[in-house]
């Protein structure tokens, strides 16, 4: 990478500010064996400027690091505490799993491609490191769908649930990988293709081919990786705090004839188990549509011509992907309290509070269900 300085580096500014960059383009530093890949929209592109090369390439480091290491130590800790070995927690460890694979194999490429600001790898790894980027990203997906919809079988059908056992988790992720194996090869066979990004330094989908082929793979996976498990955990949370609210009116009530206070332990009263789950449905939503909305948007402006895609544009799609393999683990692991009791048990130097061996609120983050006894479990 050149280091301008001086008269150099202000003239570099200038014509930067200005959009001079005479004959060049975004696609001059690409290697000729990748440029069968590069669509020839991006040719209108003058160079980014490297100071967002370098922006992208630390950031994406950082986030690889405390992904690699977050979801490294939520698989660990789930994996060799045997109180924490359910069924329910195998969704967790999957989705700890998916996010460090992604970062693992997302990060390093992309920050060496930073460095020399274009794809150094030739393009069977541009395909291959597209491929892993859609594989994990719609496994991580849909765990979380999957966990969505065992809260919501645990707490809005209540007794009558039938309890989900290791082999019934088992086969839930079997089936999500299967099921993202089947979209994330698609490209590979011929349905649409794996091509780099406008900035150059990653590689995803085909959204600016004209064919119909083309832009229909794009149409379906959006509805079957976004817009239904979206709709399915929408869903799911919506009717967990219903039932829990009127579980929880319920209590109020009987309290009431009972002439108490509250049914509740004094360390409970203070918030309301539903206000609690609200929030942490509130949050689980919000932060899954901030992480994979940018990317459909890109998409969706080049499939259907709608705006005009600058390289700069498409950095952002590639930023909010990979937070959401950031704060998984602490919205699915690191808020669990059993989870928070392993941890400062097995690393006792992360402990900085006061309950680092107790169970914590009665709402869970990681499963979303509030502590409930067998009494209070809310009818079917």
Known sequence: MTVMSGPSFAAYSWSAQVGGFGNQTVVDKVPAEMLHLVDSHWYQFPPMNPLWHGILGFVIACLGFVSVIGNGMVVYIFCSTKTLRTPSNLLVVNLAFSDFLMMFTMSPPM?????????????????????????????????????????????????????????????????????????????????????????????????????????????????????????????????????????????????????????????????????????????????????????????????????????????????????????????YGISHPKYRAALFKKFPSLACGGDAGHGGDATSTVSGVTTLTENEKPAA
Not at 114 to 139: D, H, K, N, Q, R
Not at 156 to 167: D, E, N, R, W, Y
Not at 221 to 244: G, Q
Not at 303 to 310: D, Q, R, Y
Request: charged content about 15%; some cysteine.
């Open 111 to 331: 920050v060496i491609n930073c460095y020399y600001e274009t794809w150094v790898f030739g393009p069977l790894m541009c395909e291959i490191y597209a491929l892993f980027g859609s594989l994990f990203g719609c496994g991580s997906i849909w765990t979380m769908t999957m966990i969505a919809f065992d809260r919501y079988n645990v707490i809005v059908k209540g007794l009558s649930a039938k309890p989900m056992t290791i082999k019934g988790s088992l086969l839930r992720i079997l089936g999500v990988w299967a099921f993202a194996v089947i979209w994330t090869i698609a490209p590979m066979l011929g349905w649409n293709r794996y091509v780099p990004e406008g900035n150059m330094t990653a590689c995803g989908t085909d959204y600016l081919s004209k064919d119909w082929l083309s832009r229909s793979y794009i149409l379906v996976y959006s509805f079957f990786v976004y817009y239904l498990p979206l709709f399915m955990i929408i869903y799911s949370y919506y009717f967990i705090i219903s039932a829990v609210s009127a579980h929880e009116k319920s209590m109020r009530e009987q309290a009431k004839k009972m002439n108490v206070a509250s049914l509740r332990s004094s360390e409970n009263q203070n918030t309301s188990a539903e206000a609690k789950l609200a929030k942490v449905a509130l949050m689980t939503i919000s932060l899954w549509f901030m992480a994979w909305t940018p990317y459909l948007v890109i998409n969706y402006a080049g499939v259907f011509e709608s705006a005009k895609i600058s390289p700069l544009f498409t950095i952002w799609g590639s930023l909010f992907a990979k937070a959401n393999a950031v704060y998984n683990p602490i919205v």
